[in-house]
């Protein structure tokens, strides 16, 4: 089992940046995936992107050049640095973890609140 912890969200400009950071409770180095998700109001929850143990990285269509996500080891940490930020880029933004690639176990976080406004 692992907590996760998001913090870094706040009220920014359009065209503006902010970093999510989401520290886990335990270490992260054997953990599958790392990931950020997003849920807008009256919309699913959506994923954002995500970070194998290997390094390899995932990317929503919408976010990708503007967006990106880094995993630090040895802080158990995954960050989500957010740049040229839009309107539609408000949301909740929840860190994931999923241990295991052969097993459909996540944890989350508890959300923080991204809202890009002027």
């Known amino acids: 089992q692992v907590q996760l912890v998001e913090s870094g969200g706040g009220l920014v400009q359009p065209g503006g940046s902010l970093r999510l950071s989401c520290a886990a409770s335990?270490?992260?180095?054997?953990?599958?995936?790392m990931g950020w998700y997003r849920q807008a109001p009256g919309k699913q929850r959506e994923l954002v992107a995500n970070?194998?143990?290997?390094?390899?990285?995932n990317y929503d269509d919408s976010v990708k050049g503007r967006f990106t996500i880094s995993r630090d080891n040895a802080k158990n940490t995954v960050y989500l640095q957010m740049n040229s930020l839009k309107p539609e880029d408000t949301a909740v933004y929840y860190c994931?973890?999923?241990?295991?690639?052969?097993?459909?176990?996540?944890?989350w976080g508890q959300g923080t609140q991204v809202t890009v406004s002027s």
């Open positions: 970070i194998t143990n290997r390094g390899s990285t």
């Open positions: 335990r270490t992260i180095f054997s953990i599958y995936a």
């Open positions: 994931n973890a999923r241990p295991s690639p052969y097993v459909p176990t996540h944890y």
